[in-house]
């Protein structure tokens, strides 16, 4: 896939190229819906310096933290959100499921210190809490039930993918908001494709145990003793075992690995690089 250059609109048929100060993907089935301020940062547009170049958005990597602050006021800006308000949490590869209001506004914003611990979901029913989680090669995954009104952002690596993290999320609104499975959107985002994402026994075992009937089709092997990973049918998977449609969940297809020079990828840039922002909010 070619990244569209200035003034082209569309890269598939849910996530869109968008251009501020930053370029980001902003996601066409959840912005139709008008209930709320959605989008995907990329790697352009911001300070930071290498290897970091240049926006990156994440305290936690050992950039400058005045340089974290100017792109987050960027890239946030861009798209109506107060960056003194985003909420993060502690991303630990787990299955930790925040619901967070108004009172959590700012957690995160201005120190890594205030994040909400172990925390690789967030949801909230409240307008205009920004919502934030952070990438450089694993799964965002952006929920939203237009009916009640609950949005959630989950991040999703290979631990998080096979621990369901997505269900958990979506089982948490269920629970808390009563949301209705059968009338939410999902939207899965950038991250490292079945092309480049390479993995040995340590991932691949517990994967086939956790998708004993979808192994064969997760799992490639690429003939080194090895195997390609699909993350994106995975949590697709997910989202669907959870009962969400199949026209409900869009995929953006772009692999992060392969278009480093657009997306921070931990594995293309060695392990030591930034982090883009998927951000979800709720309109007021």
Request: neutral net charge.
């Amino acid at each position: 896939m070619v990244f569209p250059p200035k003034g082209v609109a569309t890269i598939n048929r849910d996530f869109c190229y968008r251009e501020g100060k930053t370029v980001y993907l902003g996601i066409k089935s959840f912005a139709d819906t008008g209930l709320v301020t959605c989008g995907f940062s990329t790697r352009l547009g911001g300070v930071s310096q290498q290897p970091y170049h240049s926006l990156n958005l994440a305290f936690h990597v050992g950039d400058q933290v005045e340089d974290v602050l100017i792109n987050r006021q960027f890239f946030f800006t861009d798209l109506g959100v107060n960056p003194a308000e985003i909420v993060a949490g502690h991303q630990v590869h787990g299955q930790g499921v925040a619901v967070v209001t108004d009172s959590d506004k700012g957690r995160g914003a201005r120190s890594w210190d205030t994040v909400i611990p172990a925390t690789d979901a967030l949801i909230t029913a409240t307008p205009g809490v920004p919502l934030t989680t952070y990438y450089a090669d694993c799964v965002p995954v952006f929920l939203l039930d237009p009916v009640r009104r609950v949005i959630a952002v989950v991040h999703a690596g290979w631990k998080g993918t096979v621990l369901r993290i997505a269900k958990s999320t979506l089982d948490m609104m269920v629970r808390r908001f009563g949301t209705d499975l059968a009338t939410c959107l999902a939207a899965i985002g950038p991250s490292i494709g079945p092309c480049c994402y390479q993995v040995d026994a340590v991932v691949a075992d517990p994967v086939s145990a956790a998708f004993p009937a979808l192994a064969g089709e997760l799992l490639v092997a690429d003939g080194s003793g090895r195997w390609k990973l699909n993350l994106w049918q995975a949590n697709r998977e997910v989202l669907l075992e959870a009962g969400l449609p199949t026209e409900a969940i869009s995929t953006s297809s772009i692999c992060t690995s392969c278009r480093n020079d657009v997306f921070f990828s931990h594995r293309a840039d060695g392990g030591r690089t930034g982090r883009m922002a998927a951000v979800l909010m709720l309109k007021k």
